[in-house]
């Protein structure tokens, strides 16, 4: 006999009518999602190395670094820093710089502008040791910011073509279009919180891509063995009932996920810490668009069709 699970965040016999908020939860998607375009255009996303180009060095300075005497030092060899931060420890220094103009030239005045930054910061803070210098060209980042997109896109194109096979065109419409809104509202997340976007965000976007059209298979799986199952059952009750009978266990891998996201997010430092807090938002969309957006599409797409 198989044991009954030690936590239950809702009884067996609870049936919440989630379908009676249906309108309520498309407007606010629509609502929200629309905002999140509006914050794509202005004030835009913060691009990071990989889509932008420039230089990022990383220093660790001896003893708690002196940012002020950093950026005058800066300064005064007439270095433009487009920021200077802390990372991780007190002696962490994050020093970001816009790259050399274009030319034949330009891998050797990259050098020179990196050994020159070496030697300032040296300087201003004696004992100061480089850990690591990037570089990105202005058209290498145009291309891999073009790669991402076709990524973004690509993922979905799969999604829809898996989602149509395994199932019917009205789980494949509608599982697509609320990942496209889960992807203009983590898009609008990037836009107020200022995280900068490079390949780790296209990465963080493609994961949540993928957990949530997991979270949506479950349900729509669920849907279907009840469509077998409850012939003559009206399909806004069927999916009120599916969506209770997988509740469990979606708000389950929900949390299991978020938390183990949490302590990157707190602890993760420059690198992940960024990666980690939209994967946190990333999983609290999906787990609520799984309920209140993809099933009350499917409802109004299929109401006839799926029950004919």
Known sequence: MLSRPLLRFVRDDKRIPFMRGRYIGLATSAILS?????????PGLKLGLD???????EAQTQG?????????????H???????????????VLIQL????????QEAATQNLVDTVRKVVADAQPGTKILRADAVGASVSRELFRDGLLALVSSLAMILIYIWVRFEREFAISAVVTL????TKTIGFLAITRFEFDLVMVAAILTILGYSTNDKVVVYDRVRENLRKYRSMPLRELLDLSINETLNRTLGTSSTVFLAALPLAIFGGHSLSGFATVMLFG?????SSS?????????????????R
């Open 34 to 42: 629309l905002l999140s375009v509006g914050l794509f255009f202005f």
């Open 283 to 287: 999983i609290v969309v999906g787990t």
């Open 64 to 76: 708690p670094a002196d940012f002020d005497r950093l950026r005058g030092a800066l300064a005064e």
């Open 98 to 105: 816009d790259a050399p103009s274009a030319g034949a030239a």
């Open 78 to 92: 007439h270095i433009a820093a487009a920021g200077i931060q802390k990372f991780g420890a007190d002696n962490d």
């Open 291 to 307: 309920i209140f957006i993809a099933a009350p599409l499917l409802l109004l797409l299929g109401e006839k069709r799926l029950r």
């Open 180 to 183: 496209i809104l889960d992807l």
């Open 51 to 57: 889509f932008r180009g420039g230089i990022v060095i």
